[in-house]
């Protein structure tokens, strides 16, 4: 069974950083890229971040190139998505994902003064 544990979200205030991680089991981690997706309220589900298996590349939502960063780690089998100068636009739930379909139960992230 996949797994997807995503944590490291919280409240921060606008220009801030957070670092959000993800843990992932039940499949081969290192054989698969593997994608940050948020969703804000009211909206639907965007296309944050993605990296391919080896970790040799990347590829990010306009609105966050330049911000945010994303590796992995495929020794531990975790997945990371360093975020910094956080805007209130940034606000949604984080998820890790395998695909669009099989994501993890998501990490809230709030930039708010």
């Known amino acids: 069974e996949v797994q997807l544990v995503e944590s490291g979200g919280g409240l921060v205030q606008p220009g801030g950083s957070l670092r959000l991680s993800c843990v992932a089991s039940?499949?081969?981690?290192?054989?698969?890229?593997m994608s940050w997706f948020r969703q804000a309220p009211g909206k639907g589900l965007e296309l944050v971040s993605s990296?391919?298996?080896?970790?040799?590349?990347?590829g990010y939502l306009d609105s966050v190139k330049g911000r945010f960063i994303i590796s992995r780690d495929n020794a531990k089998n975790t997945l990371y998505l360093q975020m910094n100068n956080l805007k209130p636009e940034d606000t949604a739930v984080y998820y890790c994902a395998k695909s669009p379909l099989t994501r993890g139960q998501g990490t809230q992230v709030t930039v708010s003064s």
């Open positions: 990296i391919q298996s080896t970790g040799a590349n990347t």
């Open positions: 039940g499949f081969t981690f290192s054989k698969y890229a």
